[in-house]
């Protein structure tokens, strides 16, 4: 199996599990806790990784302003995937997010001069189609649950997701992956942490939509269960990171941003597994045709 598809599955598995427990301590405490949570137990794994492996920050001025703006990327990204979770159907958001990876093929193509046979190709679009199928329920109208202000976010989100995975790749060129992942680390936590006390003190009246939960939980206090839902997100977060900055630096951009999309499928995956929740015919689908792509774009 490609090291790519390897690595993208690695940080799929990563984020599809993160995304309920991102989602329900959202509702509980607002997304931009959540965001903010997840940054600060990144930054501090990243940090510790870097130290045992003595990596240090990176001085080339390209690096540092590249990561910089990656890690700004992941921060708005983050936030409005979360903030689209807290407000709407996780089915659909999931499953429009998801579609991060068709996107980033397409820009691995023209910006990076990426190549894909006819096969790999046919298979990429197989797999796109087939995970927002996964990750998208179709019942009570599609009218209705696309109109959901959750799924605006939704695209936000998925663009900024692309633009991180290319921005990655476009700095990795310069610096070892641990660098460049150090410094979108840390930059990130530290815009996250100076958004939540603006939003929390001068912005509070304006930012209440993401500052606060949903499920009744009006005073945003964050139970144990909830703290511990923000760290493990922020582990799971920082293994998927790390999995897909590695295969970013030693594999295709395309064929690991588009494996690292098939997170909404682990979900499923796991909630027939463990939950046993029912697949509906679409998502069955889309499974198949995850499946069938996997198979088309292992091919050299």
Do not use: K
């Not at 290319?166 to 936590?189: F, T």
């Not at 304006?206 to 922020?234: F, K, M, N, P």
């Not at 630096?249 to 929740?277: C, D, K, M, R, Y």
């Amino acid at each position: 199996m490609p090291l790519g598809l390897v690595t993208g599955l690695g940080a799929a598995l990563s984020w599809g599990t993160l995304d309920l427990l991102s989602a329900l301590a959202s509702r509980r405490i607002g997304s931009l806790r959540v965001t903010t949570g997840m940054q600060i137990v990144g930054a501090i794994l990243i940090a510790l990784a870097a130290v045992v492996t003595g990596t240090r920050v990176p001085t080339d001025p390209f690096v540092l302003i590249g990561g910089a703006l990656v890690g700004l990327a992941g921060a708005g990204a983050y936030l409005t995937y979360f903030t689209g979770l807290r407000i709407g159907p996780i089915s659909v958001v999931s499953g429009v997010v998801a579609a991060y990876g068709g996107l980033t093929v397409v820009l691995a193509v023209v910006i990076r001069g990426e190549t894909l046979n006819l096969v790999q190709a046919l298979g990429a679009a197989a797999a796109t189609i087939g995970v927002v199928l996964t990750g998208v329920s179709f019942d009570h109208g599609l009218r209705g649950r696309f109109a959901s202000p959750g799924v605006v976010f939704a695209v936000v989100s998925l663009v900024l997701f692309s633009t991180m995975s290319i921005g990655s790749d476009i700095v990795i060129d310069r610096a070892p992956w641990l660098e460049v992942l150090l410094v979108s680390r840390l930059s990130n936590a530290a815009l996250s942490i100076l958004v939540l006390v603006i939003a929390s003190t001068v912005l509070r009246r304006q930012a209440s939509a993401l500052i606060e939960g949903t499920d009744g939980a009006v005073d945003g206090r964050a139970t144990r269960r909830v703290i511990a839902a923000v760290v493990l997100s922020g582990v799971l977060d920082s293994a998927g990171l790390m999995s897909f900055a590695y295969g970013l630096e030693h594999a295709q951009t395309w064929l690991v941003s588009l494996a690292s999309s098939f997170g909404p499928a682990v979900t499923i995956v796991a909630a027939v597994a463990f939950l046993g929740e029912r697949l509906r015919p679409i998502q069955w689908l889309g499974l198949g045709g995850i499946l069938v792509g996997m198979i088309a774009i292992a091919f050299p």
